[in-house]
């Protein structure tokens, strides 16, 4: 029992480190909320596996047995137990998602700056409102979006054809462009650098095209950036 402890204690450690972490404030959470997922998902592999291995162990046939083992057919406070357990797991997982999605899906009041997202046949539009700027991808040159470091952005996301999906793998996050509706989100950038996107719903003959960038630069950089672009 003290092996299979240590062995489970080690594979959640090194598990755990492979757990990937956002470059966002909402990653965050997210990354809490999967490795809680994880962990119970390891206790819950701990307890069955023991519950398997130890009565193999414990009352397996030895020399000399001829009589049966002791047999019985109910145990009112196990089956209790192996009811209200399991309800507990579920109800604290529940309450795990719910307060960490309801922190992911908050909106800022008064984000420093809102880009209309826009997905299109076979690129992205990033539209910054209150100012003039207008960046336009192609299949040839994807787009980059441009944010400020630790600023909160709203993206106002929606698709001028059929159902597309603005995905940042770095961000842990993906969320539907929808013809017809806007999905409203908010990131808060906390590290430096240029991060990957694409699409992540099929959306025809060219979805493997839709690829763009994220550039997370300081304020300076990002007002000399905007300056630049707003003529």
């Not at 404030?25 to 997210?30: A, G, K």
């Not at 406070?77 to 719910?98: D, G, H, K, W």
Request: hydrophobic content about 50%.
């Amino acid at each position: 029992m003290r092996v299979a402890a240590i062995f489970m204690a080690a594979v959640s450690a090194a598990s755990c480190a492979y757990l990937p972490n956002g470059a966002t404030t909402q990653s965050d959470r997210l990354h809490e909320d999967w490795a809680v997922f994880f962990i119970a998902a390891l206790i819950v592999a701990a307890i069955v596996v023991t519950l398997i291995v130890l009565p193999l162990i414990l009352w397996r046939r030895r020399a000399g047995d001829e009589d049966r083992p002791a047999q019985f057919n109910q145990n009112v406070p196990l089956e209790i137990a192996c009811t209200v357990l399991p309800l507990v797991i579920v109800a604290f997982l529940f309450y795990v998602s719910y307060a960490n999605e309801n922190a992911v899906e908050a909106l800022d009041a008064a984000p420093a700056v809102t880009v209309d997202v826009i997905g299109f046949d076979w690129s992205w539009r990033f539209k910054y409102e209150g100012v003039s700027v207008d960046v336009v991808g192609t299949p040839e040159q994807p787009p980059q979006l441009v944010l400020p470091l630790g600023e909160t952005a709203q993206i106002d996301l929606s698709s001028a054809d059929v159902n597309h999906a603005f995905w940042v793998p770095s961000f842990l996050f993906k969320r539907d462009a929808i013809p017809g509706m806007v999905n409203r989100f908010d990131l808060r950038p906390d590290e430096l650098g240029i991060y990957r996107g694409e699409c992540a719903e099929y959306c025809g003959i060219g979805h493997t095209t839709m690829d763009f960038t994220v550039r997370v630069v300081d304020d300076a950089t990002f007002a000399r950036w905007l300056r630049s672009k707003n003529r």
